[in-house]
């Protein structure tokens, strides 16, 4: 099982971006699908998740990111973005495969918002 980030870049703040992640390989069912970011020298924290169709936001993004899951791809739309955004995010995934169920990462893409 793969996951597959993008969507990424540099934004002024009040900006917008979308992020997209998608899972391939042998996957029998999703149960979360979310979205992790890391400061530097912070620990990761967690953005947002979908969990069996129901949907949480961090209360530092709420009402600026959104978070939507279409088959095997999770999105994480972001708006009125703010230089505190800046970070590295991370899609994660915990997924039942024919062995057991496994949390996968994907590679992290970097957010950037500046002027």
């Known amino acids: 099982v793969q996951l597959q980030a993008s969507g990424g870049g540099l934004v002024q703040p009040g900006g917008s971006l979308r992020l997209s992640c998608t899972a391939s390989?042998?996957?029998?069912?999703?149960?979360?699908m979310g979205w992790y970011r890391q400061h530097p020298a912070n620990e990761r924290e967690l953005v947002a998740v979908i969990i069996s169709g129901g949907a949480s936001v961090a209360d530092s993004v709420k009402g600026r990111f959104t978070i939507s899951k279409a088959k095997n791809t999770v999105y994480l739309q972001m708006i009125s973005l703010k230089p505190e955004d800046t970070a590295v995010y991370y899609c994660?995934?915990?997924?039942?495969?024919?062995?057991?169920?496994?949390?996968?990462w994907g590679q992290g893409t970097q957010v950037t918002v500046s002027s």
């Open positions: 994660h995934a915990e997924i039942s495969t024919g062995w057991g169920d496994y949390n996968y």
């Open positions: 390989g042998s996957i029998l069912s999703i149960n979360s």
